[in-house]
Protein backbone atom coordinates (compact mmCIF):
# COMPACT_ATOMS: atom_id res chain seq x y z
CA UNK A 1 0.00 0.00 0.00
CA UNK A 2 2.91 2.57 0.66
CA UNK A 3 4.69 1.80 -2.72
CA UNK A 4 1.70 2.72 -4.08
CA UNK A 5 0.55 5.73 -2.62
CA UNK A 6 3.91 7.05 -2.73
CA UNK A 7 4.00 6.15 -6.36
CA UNK A 8 0.72 8.12 -6.74
CA UNK A 9 2.56 10.99 -5.70
CA UNK A 10 5.80 11.26 -6.98
CA UNK A 11 3.63 10.52 -10.51
CA UNK A 12 1.09 13.40 -9.71
CA UNK A 13 4.25 15.91 -8.30
CA UNK A 14 6.29 15.30 -11.51
CA UNK A 15 3.02 15.77 -13.99
CA UNK A 16 2.64 19.40 -11.46
CA UNK A 17 6.60 20.08 -12.13
CA UNK A 18 6.26 19.65 -15.58
CA UNK A 19 3.93 21.96 -16.19
CA UNK A 20 5.43 24.72 -13.93
CA UNK A 21 8.72 24.01 -15.65
CA UNK A 22 7.67 24.83 -19.19
CA UNK A 23 5.08 27.23 -18.26
CA UNK A 24 7.58 30.10 -17.78
CA UNK A 25 8.74 30.04 -21.41
CA UNK A 26 5.00 29.76 -22.62
CA UNK A 27 4.31 32.76 -20.59
CA UNK A 28 7.43 34.60 -21.22
CA UNK A 29 6.42 37.11 -24.10
CA UNK A 30 3.34 38.47 -21.80
CA UNK A 31 6.13 38.55 -18.89
CA UNK A 32 8.33 40.50 -21.02
CA UNK A 33 5.60 42.59 -21.65
CA UNK A 34 3.87 44.12 -18.32
CA UNK A 35 7.14 43.99 -17.07
CA UNK A 36 9.45 45.58 -19.65
CA UNK A 37 11.93 42.67 -19.79
CA UNK A 38 14.30 43.31 -22.06
CA UNK A 39 15.98 39.72 -24.42
CA UNK A 40 19.06 40.12 -21.94
CA UNK A 41 16.64 40.27 -18.82
CA UNK A 42 14.76 37.69 -20.16
CA UNK A 43 18.11 35.33 -20.64
CA UNK A 44 19.03 36.75 -16.95
CA UNK A 45 15.96 35.16 -15.82
CA UNK A 46 16.26 31.66 -17.02
CA UNK A 47 19.77 31.56 -15.88
CA UNK A 48 18.84 32.34 -12.45
CA UNK A 49 16.31 29.64 -12.51
CA UNK A 50 19.63 27.03 -13.58
CA UNK A 51 21.62 28.88 -11.10
CA UNK A 52 18.97 27.64 -8.51
CA UNK A 53 18.82 24.08 -9.99
CA UNK A 54 21.88 23.65 -9.99
CA UNK A 55 22.56 24.48 -6.38
CA UNK A 56 19.38 22.46 -5.79
CA UNK A 57 20.70 19.56 -7.19
CA UNK A 58 24.14 19.91 -5.66
CA UNK A 59 22.99 20.19 -2.19
CA UNK A 60 19.61 17.23 -2.95
CA UNK A 61 22.38 14.66 -4.26
CA UNK A 62 25.05 15.39 -1.22
CA UNK A 63 22.30 15.07 1.68
CA UNK A 64 19.18 14.97 0.71
CA UNK A 65 19.10 10.79 1.86
CA UNK A 66 20.01 12.18 5.52
CA UNK A 67 15.87 13.03 6.00
CA UNK A 68 12.84 10.68 5.65
CA UNK A 69 12.26 11.39 1.95
CA UNK A 70 8.46 11.48 2.17
CA UNK A 71 7.84 14.91 4.58
CA UNK A 72 10.93 16.23 3.22
CA UNK A 73 9.11 16.09 -0.43
CA UNK A 74 5.95 17.71 1.74
CA UNK A 75 7.62 20.71 3.24
CA UNK A 76 9.90 21.24 -0.45
CA UNK A 77 6.25 21.05 -1.54
CA UNK A 78 4.78 23.90 0.38
CA UNK A 79 7.78 26.38 0.23
CA UNK A 80 7.00 25.70 -3.66
CA UNK A 81 3.72 27.32 -3.02
CA UNK A 82 4.40 30.31 -1.46
CA UNK A 83 7.45 30.85 -4.32
CA UNK A 84 4.84 30.55 -6.90
CA UNK A 85 2.47 32.79 -5.33
CA UNK A 86 5.51 35.52 -4.63
CA UNK A 87 6.25 35.17 -8.33
CA UNK A 88 2.79 36.43 -9.03
CA UNK A 89 2.82 39.11 -7.46
CA UNK A 90 5.82 40.75 -8.64
CA UNK A 91 5.31 44.19 -10.37
CA UNK A 92 9.13 44.81 -10.53
CA UNK A 93 11.19 42.00 -13.12
CA UNK A 94 14.57 42.46 -10.46
CA UNK A 95 12.25 40.78 -8.07
CA UNK A 96 11.31 38.08 -9.96
CA UNK A 97 15.17 36.89 -10.09
CA UNK A 98 15.01 36.06 -6.66
CA UNK A 99 11.55 33.89 -6.79
CA UNK A 100 13.13 31.93 -9.77
CA UNK A 101 16.47 31.14 -8.29
CA UNK A 102 14.46 29.43 -5.12
CA UNK A 103 12.00 27.74 -7.50
CA UNK A 104 14.71 26.29 -8.88
CA UNK A 105 16.53 25.07 -6.25
CA UNK A 106 13.31 23.78 -4.68
CA UNK A 107 12.17 21.91 -7.69
CA UNK A 108 15.82 20.38 -7.73
CA UNK A 109 15.74 18.74 -4.42
CA UNK A 110 11.90 17.66 -5.26
CA UNK A 111 13.44 15.93 -8.69
CA UNK A 112 16.36 13.69 -6.29
CA UNK A 113 14.16 12.54 -4.23
CA UNK A 114 11.54 11.19 -6.75
CA UNK A 115 14.37 9.72 -8.98
CA UNK A 116 15.34 8.41 -5.67
CA UNK A 117 12.08 6.99 -4.13
CA UNK A 118 10.82 5.56 -7.84
CA UNK A 119 15.15 3.83 -8.21
CA UNK A 120 14.55 2.09 -5.02
CA UNK A 121 11.10 0.79 -4.56
CA UNK A 122 10.72 -0.58 -8.01
CA UNK A 123 14.37 -2.05 -8.24
CA UNK A 124 13.59 -5.27 -11.10
CA UNK A 125 11.24 -2.41 -12.96
CA UNK A 126 13.31 0.16 -12.86
CA UNK A 127 13.13 1.91 -16.70
CA UNK A 128 9.74 1.23 -16.76
CA UNK A 129 8.79 2.94 -13.28
CA UNK A 130 11.71 5.94 -13.90
CA UNK A 131 10.38 6.13 -17.78
CA UNK A 132 6.30 6.58 -16.88
CA UNK A 133 7.63 9.06 -14.13
CA UNK A 134 9.12 11.25 -16.41
CA UNK A 135 6.14 10.56 -19.07
CA UNK A 136 3.98 12.10 -16.14
CA UNK A 137 6.51 15.27 -16.34
CA UNK A 138 5.97 15.17 -20.03
CA UNK A 139 2.26 14.99 -19.53
CA UNK A 140 2.72 17.88 -17.41
CA UNK A 141 4.71 19.91 -20.32
CA UNK A 142 2.37 18.70 -22.85
CA UNK A 143 -0.87 20.42 -21.36
CA UNK A 144 0.92 23.98 -20.28
CA UNK A 145 0.19 25.34 -23.51
CA UNK A 146 -3.75 23.95 -23.63
CA UNK A 147 -3.77 25.13 -20.08
CA UNK A 148 -2.94 28.76 -21.00
CA UNK A 149 -4.94 28.92 -23.85
CA UNK A 150 -8.06 28.16 -22.27
CA UNK A 151 -7.31 30.01 -19.30
CA UNK A 152 -6.56 32.89 -21.28
CA UNK A 153 -9.95 32.74 -22.66
CA UNK A 154 -11.03 33.81 -19.39
CA UNK A 155 -8.51 36.29 -18.30
CA UNK A 156 -5.39 37.36 -20.35
CA UNK A 157 -3.16 37.72 -17.47
CA UNK A 158 0.44 35.66 -16.92
CA UNK A 159 -0.06 35.50 -13.36
CA UNK A 160 -3.10 33.46 -12.37
CA UNK A 161 -2.10 30.31 -14.62
CA UNK A 162 0.52 30.35 -11.74
CA UNK A 163 -1.93 30.71 -8.64
CA UNK A 164 -4.16 27.91 -9.97
CA UNK A 165 -1.27 25.51 -10.43
CA UNK A 166 0.11 26.70 -7.02
CA UNK A 167 -3.23 25.48 -5.18
CA UNK A 168 -2.71 22.39 -6.79
CA UNK A 169 0.47 21.68 -5.50
CA UNK A 170 -1.00 22.86 -2.45
CA UNK A 171 -2.85 19.73 -2.62
CA UNK A 172 -0.56 17.73 -3.49
CA UNK A 173 1.64 18.79 -0.12
CA UNK A 174 -0.94 18.10 2.30
CA UNK A 175 -1.13 14.43 0.47
CA UNK A 176 2.77 14.37 0.63
CA UNK A 177 2.32 15.64 4.57
CA UNK A 178 -0.12 13.08 5.29
CA UNK A 179 1.67 9.97 4.19
CA UNK A 180 5.00 10.73 5.84
CA UNK A 181 2.92 11.20 9.49
CA UNK A 182 0.50 7.62 8.54
CA UNK A 183 3.19 5.90 7.04
CA UNK A 184 6.23 4.06 7.99
CA UNK A 185 9.06 3.28 4.96
CA UNK A 186 9.78 -0.37 4.33
CA UNK A 187 13.19 -1.30 5.93
CA UNK A 188 15.22 -0.60 2.51
CA UNK A 189 14.15 2.72 2.44
CA UNK A 190 15.47 3.69 5.39
CA UNK A 191 17.77 6.79 5.40
CA UNK A 192 21.36 7.06 5.91
CA UNK A 193 23.05 9.61 8.13
CA UNK A 194 26.34 10.13 5.72
CA UNK A 195 26.12 12.34 3.11
CA UNK A 196 27.52 11.24 -0.63
CA UNK A 197 30.51 12.56 -2.61
CA UNK A 198 30.53 13.83 -6.22
CA UNK A 199 33.82 13.42 -6.07
CA UNK A 200 33.96 10.12 -5.93
CA UNK A 201 30.89 9.31 -8.99
CA UNK A 202 33.05 11.73 -11.40
CA UNK A 203 36.71 9.37 -11.52
CA UNK A 204 34.38 7.46 -13.33
CA UNK A 205 34.22 8.45 -17.04
CA UNK A 206 30.58 6.70 -18.04
CA UNK A 207 29.68 9.20 -15.51
CA UNK A 208 31.58 12.00 -16.13
CA UNK A 209 30.38 11.24 -19.96
CA UNK A 210 27.02 11.12 -18.36
CA UNK A 211 27.31 15.14 -17.14
CA UNK A 212 28.63 16.02 -20.59
CA UNK A 213 25.33 14.40 -22.22
CA UNK A 214 23.37 16.06 -19.42
CA UNK A 215 24.99 19.55 -20.24
CA UNK A 216 23.88 19.27 -24.08
CA UNK A 217 20.29 17.57 -23.26
CA UNK A 218 19.37 20.44 -20.66
CA UNK A 219 20.86 22.85 -23.23
CA UNK A 220 18.40 21.42 -26.09
CA UNK A 221 15.78 20.73 -24.62
CA UNK A 222 15.04 23.95 -22.20
CA UNK A 223 16.69 26.34 -24.88
CA UNK A 224 13.75 25.39 -26.88
CA UNK A 225 11.17 25.26 -24.71
CA UNK A 226 12.23 28.59 -23.11
CA UNK A 227 12.46 30.19 -26.48
CA UNK A 228 10.49 28.46 -29.39
CA UNK A 229 7.04 30.25 -28.97
CA UNK A 230 8.84 33.94 -28.93
CA UNK A 231 10.80 33.11 -31.35
CA UNK A 232 8.01 31.86 -33.84
CA UNK A 233 5.85 34.76 -32.25
CA UNK A 234 8.41 37.34 -32.90
CA UNK A 235 11.08 35.44 -35.06
CA UNK A 236 8.71 34.20 -37.82
CA UNK A 237 5.77 36.49 -37.26
CA UNK A 238 3.28 33.51 -35.91
CA UNK A 239 0.61 34.22 -33.67
CA UNK A 240 1.34 34.01 -29.99
CA UNK A 241 -1.14 31.51 -29.42
CA UNK A 242 -0.74 29.81 -32.70
CA UNK A 243 3.20 28.99 -31.49
CA UNK A 244 1.72 27.93 -28.38
CA UNK A 245 -0.13 25.30 -30.27
CA UNK A 246 2.96 24.01 -32.33
CA UNK A 247 4.95 23.76 -29.36
CA UNK A 248 2.71 21.28 -28.13
CA UNK A 249 3.87 18.96 -30.69
CA UNK A 250 7.33 19.33 -29.23
CA UNK A 251 5.41 17.96 -25.77
CA UNK A 252 3.43 15.88 -27.41
CA UNK A 253 6.27 14.17 -29.00
CA UNK A 254 8.29 13.73 -25.24
CA UNK A 255 4.98 12.34 -23.75
CA UNK A 256 4.84 9.66 -26.38
CA UNK A 257 8.50 8.84 -26.43
CA UNK A 258 8.66 8.48 -22.60
CA UNK A 259 5.72 6.49 -22.57
CA UNK A 260 6.76 3.91 -25.04
CA UNK A 261 10.80 3.86 -24.88
CA UNK A 262 10.65 0.82 -22.74
CA UNK A 263 8.93 -1.54 -24.98
CA UNK A 264 11.43 -0.96 -27.81
CA UNK A 265 14.11 -2.56 -24.53
CA UNK A 266 13.12 -6.00 -25.57
CA UNK A 267 14.60 -5.49 -29.54
CA UNK A 268 17.92 -2.86 -28.49
CA UNK A 269 19.89 -2.16 -25.86
CA UNK A 270 19.71 0.72 -23.93
CA UNK A 271 23.35 2.07 -25.67
CA UNK A 272 21.34 1.48 -29.10
CA UNK A 273 18.06 2.67 -28.40
CA UNK A 274 19.82 6.34 -26.71
CA UNK A 275 21.77 6.73 -30.42
CA UNK A 276 18.37 6.23 -32.38
CA UNK A 277 16.73 8.49 -30.08
CA UNK A 278 18.88 11.60 -30.25
CA UNK A 279 19.59 11.16 -33.94
CA UNK A 280 15.97 11.88 -34.24
CA UNK A 281 16.17 14.82 -32.21
CA UNK A 282 19.10 16.09 -33.68
CA UNK A 283 17.20 15.76 -37.32
CA UNK A 284 13.65 17.54 -35.66
CA UNK A 285 16.15 20.82 -33.82
CA UNK A 286 17.32 21.65 -37.69
CA UNK A 287 14.10 20.78 -39.26
CA UNK A 288 12.86 23.72 -36.79
CA UNK A 289 15.39 26.40 -37.67
CA UNK A 290 15.21 25.84 -41.53
CA UNK A 291 11.47 26.39 -42.12
CA UNK A 292 8.65 29.15 -41.44
CA UNK A 293 5.91 26.49 -42.71
CA UNK A 294 3.69 25.98 -39.76
CA UNK A 295 2.86 22.12 -40.86
CA UNK A 296 7.05 21.36 -40.80
CA UNK A 297 7.61 23.22 -38.23
CA UNK A 298 4.64 20.73 -36.16
CA UNK A 299 6.99 17.89 -37.46
CA UNK A 300 10.21 19.01 -36.59
CA UNK A 301 8.80 19.77 -32.80
CA UNK A 302 7.30 16.90 -32.73
CA UNK A 303 10.44 14.74 -33.79
CA UNK A 304 13.04 17.25 -31.53
CA UNK A 305 10.21 15.82 -28.25
CA UNK A 306 10.28 11.86 -29.91
CA UNK A 307 14.25 12.19 -29.83
CA UNK A 308 14.93 13.98 -26.56
CA UNK A 309 11.93 12.45 -24.24
CA UNK A 310 13.42 9.35 -23.48
CA UNK A 311 17.03 10.23 -23.06
CA UNK A 312 16.89 11.20 -19.52
CA UNK A 313 15.27 8.51 -18.31
CA UNK A 314 16.99 6.00 -20.59
CA UNK A 315 20.04 7.31 -19.55
CA UNK A 316 19.75 8.10 -15.36
CA UNK A 317 18.32 4.17 -15.61
CA UNK A 318 20.96 2.96 -16.97
CA UNK A 319 23.65 5.14 -14.68
CA UNK A 320 21.74 4.11 -11.91
CA UNK A 321 22.05 0.04 -12.77
CA UNK A 322 25.42 0.52 -12.75
CA UNK A 323 25.88 2.19 -8.89
CA UNK A 324 22.76 2.14 -7.49
CA UNK A 325 23.98 2.87 -3.98
CA UNK A 326 24.97 6.62 -5.17
CA UNK A 327 21.34 7.35 -6.56
CA UNK A 328 21.07 10.17 -5.28
CA UNK A 329 24.12 11.65 -6.38
CA UNK A 330 23.62 10.54 -9.86
CA UNK A 331 20.49 12.33 -10.07
CA UNK A 332 21.91 15.27 -8.54
CA UNK A 333 24.55 14.87 -11.38
CA UNK A 334 22.12 14.72 -14.22
CA UNK A 335 20.10 17.68 -12.74
CA UNK A 336 23.32 20.12 -12.59
CA UNK A 337 24.75 19.19 -16.10
CA UNK A 338 21.15 19.42 -17.59
CA UNK A 339 20.42 23.14 -15.71
CA UNK A 340 24.25 24.20 -16.85
CA UNK A 341 23.05 23.10 -20.21
CA UNK A 342 19.37 24.85 -19.44
CA UNK A 343 21.77 28.28 -18.28
CA UNK A 344 23.51 28.18 -21.43
CA UNK A 345 21.26 27.89 -23.59
CA UNK A 346 19.15 30.31 -21.75
CA UNK A 347 21.26 32.97 -21.07
CA UNK A 348 23.31 32.89 -24.67
CA UNK A 349 19.66 33.37 -26.67
CA UNK A 350 18.86 36.04 -24.62
CA UNK A 351 22.24 38.05 -25.37
CA UNK A 352 22.71 36.66 -29.29
CA UNK A 353 19.02 37.97 -29.70
CA UNK A 354 19.51 41.27 -27.72
CA UNK A 355 22.43 41.78 -30.14
CA UNK A 356 20.98 40.39 -33.59
CA UNK A 357 17.87 39.44 -33.03
CA UNK A 358 15.95 36.20 -32.17
CA UNK A 359 15.72 34.60 -35.60
CA UNK A 360 19.30 34.73 -35.99
CA UNK A 361 19.89 33.44 -32.23
CA UNK A 362 18.16 30.78 -32.85
CA UNK A 363 20.72 29.15 -34.56
CA UNK A 364 22.33 28.05 -31.40
CA UNK A 365 19.35 25.47 -30.45
CA UNK A 366 20.85 22.71 -33.48
CA UNK A 367 24.41 24.06 -32.68
CA UNK A 368 23.73 22.79 -29.33
CA UNK A 369 22.10 19.51 -30.94
CA UNK A 370 25.28 18.29 -32.56
CA UNK A 371 27.09 18.32 -28.84
CA UNK A 372 24.16 16.32 -27.60
CA UNK A 373 24.43 14.22 -30.34
CA UNK A 374 28.16 13.71 -29.79
CA UNK A 375 28.22 13.59 -26.16
CA UNK A 376 25.50 10.98 -25.99
CA UNK A 377 27.36 8.69 -28.43
CA UNK A 378 30.13 8.89 -25.88
CA UNK A 379 28.44 7.77 -23.43
CA UNK A 380 26.65 5.27 -25.30
CA UNK A 381 30.06 3.75 -26.41
CA UNK A 382 31.31 3.66 -22.97
CA UNK A 383 27.70 2.09 -21.68
CA UNK A 384 28.02 -0.12 -24.27
CA UNK A 385 31.99 -1.20 -23.37
CA UNK A 386 30.82 -1.42 -19.19
CA UNK A 387 28.23 -4.86 -20.84
CA UNK A 388 30.57 -5.89 -22.92
CA UNK A 389 33.47 -6.50 -19.93
CA UNK A 390 30.71 -7.78 -17.52
CA UNK A 391 29.74 -10.02 -19.61
CA UNK A 392 33.28 -11.58 -19.89
CA UNK A 393 33.83 -14.68 -17.87
CA UNK A 394 36.39 -13.99 -15.57
Known amino acids: MYQRQVTVLVYLSFMLLGLLSILWGILLPDIMGQLQMSPAASGLFFACLSLGSITGAFLGGKYVQKFEFVPLFAVLLLILVVLII ?90 AWYLGRTHQSPAHMAHAKGSLSYRQVMKKPVFFALALMMFGYGAVEWGHGNWFVTYASQGLALSTEQSRLIFAFFTGGMVLSRLSFSLFLRWFTSAQLLMILVLCAFCGAVLVKITAVPALLQLGNFALGLGLGAIFPLMLTAAMDLDSDNGPVLSGLANIGGSIGYQAAALGTGLAAQQVGIATAYWLIPILAVWLLGTVSYFSYLLHKKHTQACIPK
Open 86 to 175: GASLVQYWPLLLFFVFTLGLTCSGLFTIGHTLIARLYVEKRARMMGFMDFMFSLGTLAAPLYVVVLYWGIEDWRWPLRILAVFLAGTALF
